[in-house]
């Protein structure tokens, strides 16, 4: 017995020295003890915590259930209608056919510096943001006919990005985060909304509804400036906002490509893109188009939604396909169809209709390029070289594209053959991409601080 004591006595002894050692060590042995406790001392308070630990992971499941529910099957408080239906005017314009000498200059404005934006056409009236300061910053309005001044209203800011106008107002963003909205007659401020950061991308209107974007994106009654909801997107808007329908696409700062609904805001679909890039989607029907780096593009199905839990088992089961222990797993929701590209450094979206999407290339030796692909399939069905990288967006009609060079040309090529049945040199060479009106007058932001107003021709110069 005496040997035994001692030997026990010892084993105190070395378990409290590897106690002063390893401090963590008493922890784990009273959580032992307490572990192993009769019943009539710790296993009461076991199965309590064990009840709330399976009552918090109830909670928890629930939760995330029923957020997953309320955005797939697109639950939401009741929004009212807006105050007004006012809408932009179409993308593709029905250009008048008026027989003019091939290139006729109409008129020129000297703008305060190079335009980095679009102007934007409505009616009888030119709109342009203008200013590299926060001191030359301003919206301008001109005269369609003539190019003279009806208005300039001062912004305190830079706006990077062309103005939106419809029904009797005007819009825009600026580095400031404030959206502004103008009478599109008189320059007079109608509403104010600030968005915290500094706008993404032009202003969306349609049907009543100004859509925006800045480290959210945000819907706004368009005709009181009055906040319908906001969508704090991964890592912020990171690109201008894609609109087609019901769905507002918007690409976030976490490379993730987003549906949300455009009614309530509610998250639709998340879709993570496979590269970079540098420009907004385009939508077009049921699909809405990325293209970035490596001229690459990825189309999604704006129709599809998440669906509760997927994107974790897909998460595991491309887990098990990389390591051999399971089958390739489908393809992800949402998607249509990808091209790889054919050797351009990057790419961006030129315009969409029901058939095609256009794209602009950057080639590595500093040319460009025009590419259709087909909306369905993403089959090739031109591709047009330039000297130079086109500029975005094109101008398009019916049956053809107005594309300009930021080297100086512009072209407009057929639709279908991606042939050119016109074209214009500009010597000063262009800092944004042409806008044109209805009537066929094209508006070029010029490299050396102006805008020409030109009348297109029937021949091919």
Not at 47 to 76: E, K, N, P, Q
Not at 385 to 407: D, K, N, Q, S, Y
Not at 413 to 430: F, N
Request: overall charge negative; hydrophobic content about 40%.
């Amino acid at each position: 017995m005496q040997p035994d004591a001692e030997t026990s006595g010892e084993r105190e002894s070395n378990t409290v020295e590897r106690s002063r050692q390893a401090p963590s060590r008493p922890i784990v042995a009273a959580l032992s003890r307490w572990w192993s406790a009769p019943s009539g001392s710790g296993r009461p308070a076991r199965r309590r915590m064990w009840g709330a630990v399976a009552f918090a992971l109830i909670v928890l499941v629930s939760a995330t259930a029923a957020m997953s529910a309320w955005s797939y099957w697109d639950l939401s408080l009741p929004i009212s209608d807006p105050a007004s239906d006012m809408s932009q005017m179409p993308s593709t314009l029905e250009r008048a056919h008026v027989p003019r000498p091939s290139g006729l200059v109409l008129w020129t404005y000297d703008a305060v510096s190079a335009l980095r934006a679009s102007p934007t056409v409505l009616a009888d009236m030119v709109y342009l943001v203008e200013g590299q300061t926060p001191q030359t910053g301003r919206v301008t309005a001109l005269g369609l006919s003539d190019g003279s001044v009806a208005w300039s209203r001062s912004l305190g800011s830079i706006s990077d990005h062309s103005p939106a106008a419809a029904g009797d107002m005007v819009f825009t963003g600026s580095r400031s985060g404030l959206l502004i909205a103008l009478d599109r007659r008189s320059g007079e401020t109608v509403w104010e909304f600030d968005m915290g950061a500094s706008a993404v991308g032009a202003p969306i209107v349609a049907d009543g509804v100004l859509y925006s974007a800045s480290d959210r994106v945000y819907a706004l009654d368009a005709l009181t400036g009055e906040e319908r909801w906001r969508n704090e997107v991964g890592g912020g808007a990171a690109r201008g906002l894609a609109l087609s329908g019901e769905v507002v696409a918007a690409i976030g700062g976490d490379g993730d490509l987003n549906m949300i609904d455009a009614w309530n805001g509610a998250r639709r679909l998340t879709f993570p893109l496979w590269f970079g890039t540098s420009a907004a989607a385009i939508a077009s029907g049921r699909l809405v188009v990325a293209a970035g780096d490596g001229e690459r593009v990825q189309t999604l199905d704006l129709t599809q939604r998440d669906v509760p839990g997927e994107k974790a088992l897909r998460y595991w089961w491309t887990k098990l396909w990389l390591w051999g222990m399971a089958p390739r797993p489908p393809l992800p929701r949402g998607y249509a169809w990808q091209h790889r590209g054919d050797g351009g450094v990057t790419s961006y979206p030129l315009g969409a209709d029901g058939e095609r999407v256009y794209l602009a290339v950057s080639e590595r030796d500093g040319s460009g390029a025009a590419l259709a692909l087909d909306l369905e399939d993403g089959a090739i069905r031109w591709r047009r070289r330039f000297e130079t990288a086109a500029l975005a967006p094109a101008v398009e009609t019916a049956r053809t594209l107005l594309i300009g060079e930021g080297g100086g040309t512009i072209v407009e090529l057929d639709k279908e053959s991606g042939e050119p049945r016109w074209e214009y040199r500009i010597e000063a060479g262009m800092s944004a991409a042409p806008s044109a009106s209805a009537e066929g007058v094209i508006l070029v932001p010029t490299a050396d601080g102006r805008l020409l107003a030109l009348r297109r021709g029937d021949s091919l110069r």
